[in-house]
């Protein structure tokens, strides 16, 4: 960024958020599975945020669950974000490697008498639950070790770090999504910082991490709203201690439902990200634009270009309700984004996608049938499919609607095609079209009832690009080699 747009980036920063510091939004991915959609959103609006205000969007890896985090699913988390354009700024940063710090922080809290050792064990808590259960009480921390002192407890015996979090009151978020919420002290109990064998919780880590990476947004899905509640108290706490903890502004979005209305799973194609790109064959600015349209808003606009998204994002557009997961209405704008794509860019995204390695020359004709190729395809594969009669070898296979076509009187109407072909001039479309057409009015017919099994001569289907395209792209030689492998010879 030159500097004169990082200094209106500054001074929109202030104007639109009332704060002075820039914005620095995060995107916290547990890396225990891949991307999924509901994830790429979450990320995406962050970006927009922060570019919308000049600000910087982060990533940090919450790669704390040791037992579940995989490097093949950080792996894919870092893929599907650079596939999907989310580039954020600086290196990601990873939970686990701060452990130290956050423990750091808990002792400090600790020091300042903002949390307390609790040598609860495991029988003693479990008791006291049985208890609440049977008084049908909420399952809840009592604090029994909260105003006692480290003294009372067996020498050497193991504790955690509990916060002591305020007792009386309520907190209120103003979320920028969900409007005011309030929760009151008295429904949460003072939870564990750090675990008996040291290691930090993830409610702390969050906190420290936010912190430490100058978060001044936290935007994520609504599922962590309770969450929220949590980890304020931690902020305060640590304000108190040591100041410059600034309690971020919290927006929460809502999650992503199926078109049954049911919350997004495996069922309804909820997919990884990866499989958006490997499987469905969709181009990235399509499913980009997908997700900003899944629960934001700019009037009527349908495509939304990301320039023009990070001119217009906001949080005030973001839905309180859950938006739906709608597969059809992605790939229709797949095949808007398809027919704005480039041919040549085109031709190398479906060329992998051929059942061939191929060469040189044939991705060159590739690209150069995209034009006929492209209007109809909803996605690559039906692009890398549409283009397969470019390759086939003769004589083709025909499929069963093609043999059809071929019966009766196809074989001697191709015969005059052939002919009518073979004295054309030029192979350019018109001439083409206007030899076929004088076939067909000297037989009586239909230019269709030509047009279909020269479709089926040409490309073993019943289904292709125009027909005199196809002729155009097969060339001459090998157009006339294949209708004369379907006609009747002479
Ligand atoms: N790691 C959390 C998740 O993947 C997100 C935490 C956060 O955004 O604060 O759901």
């Known amino acids: 960024m030159d500097h004169q747009v990082w200094e209106h980036a500054r001074l929109s920063a202030t104007s639109d ?3 002075a510091k820039p914005v620095v939004t995060r995107f916290a991915p547990s890396p225990t599975g891949f991307l999924h959609i509901g994830g790429a959103r979450t990320a995406l609006f962050n970006l927009l945020f922060a ?9 940090r890896i919450e790669d704390t669950d040791r037992a579940r985090s995989t490097e093949p699913a950080i792996a894919a988390i870092l893929d599907g974000m650079r ?6 700024d600086g290196e990601e940063v990873y939970q686990f490697a701060r452990a130290a710090r956050h423990a750091e922080v808990a002792h400090q809290m600790l020091a300042a008498g903002h949390a307390y050792k609790c040598f609860a064990t495991a029988e003693d808590l479990e008791a006291m639950r049985a208890e609440q259960r049977a008084n049908k009480q909420p399952l809840r921390y009592d604090g029994r070790w909260r105003d006692r002192d480290a003294s009372e407890a067996p020498e050497g015996a193991p504790f955690v770090l509990r ?8 907190v209120t978020i103003e979320d920028k999504v969900q409007g005011s919420v309030t929760v ?5 109990d003072d939870m564990v910082l750090l675990r008996s064998d040291g290691t930090p919780t993830y409610m702390l880590a969050v906190v420290v991490d936010d912190h430490d990476m100058g978060v001044t947004h936290v935007i994520r899905g609504d599922d962590h709203l309770n969450n929220a509640f949590r980890q304020l108290p931690i902020y305060r706490a640590m304000h108190a201690v040591e100041g410059g903890w600034e309690e971020p502004t919290y927006a929460h979005i809502p999650l992503i439902h199926g078109a049954d209305g049911a919350k997004l799973s495996k069922r309804h194609g909820a997919l990884g990200v990866d499989a958006y790109r490997d499987e469905l064959g969709l181009l990235p600015e399509a499913v980009s634009n997908y997700l900003l349209r899944l629960g934001w808003g700019h009037g009527d606009d349908e495509i939304i270009s990301r320039d023009q998204a990070i001119e217009w994002f906001d949080l005030a557009g973001v839905g309180k309700s859950p938006s739906r997961f709608d597969l059809k209405k992605l790939e229709n704008l797949n095949g808007h984004y398809i027919r704005a794509t480039d041919d040549a860019r085109l031709a190398d995204l479906v060329a992998p996608r051929l059942p061939f390695e191929a060469s040189e020359s044939q991705r060159a004709l590739l690209a150069q049938a995209m034009p006929a190729l492209k209007p109809r ?4 594969n039906e692009i890398a499919d549409g283009a397969m009669f470019l390759f086939r070898a003769r004589p083709l296979e025909l499929d069963e609607g093609a043999a059809a076509l071929l019966g009766g009187d196809a074989p001697a109407l191709l ?9 054309a001039a030029t192979w350019d479309t018109e001439v083409l079209e206007a030899a076929v057409r004088t076939v067909a009015d000297d037989a009586g017919v239909k230019l269709g009832a030509v047009a279909q099994p020269l479709r089926a001569a040409l490309t073993g289907r019943r289904t292709s690009p125009g027909i005199f395209d196809v002729l155009a792209l097969l060339g001459r030689e090998e157009s006339l080699a294949r209708i004369a492998d379907q006609m009747t010879k002479a």
Do not use: I
Request: glycine content about 14%; hydrophobic content about 45%.
């Open 17 to 19: 958020t009332g704060a």
């Open 377 to 380: 395809a909803a996605n690559l």
């Open 163 to 170: 916060l002591k979090a305020p007792r009386e009151g309520s």
């Open 184 to 188: 009151n002290n008295s429904e949460l």
């Open 51 to 59: 570019r919308h205000h000049g600000g910087k969007f982060l990533l």
């Open 83 to 88: 596939w999907l354009g989310l580039d954020w």
């Open 415 to 423: 015969a005059q095609v052939y002919a009518a072909l073979d004295g």
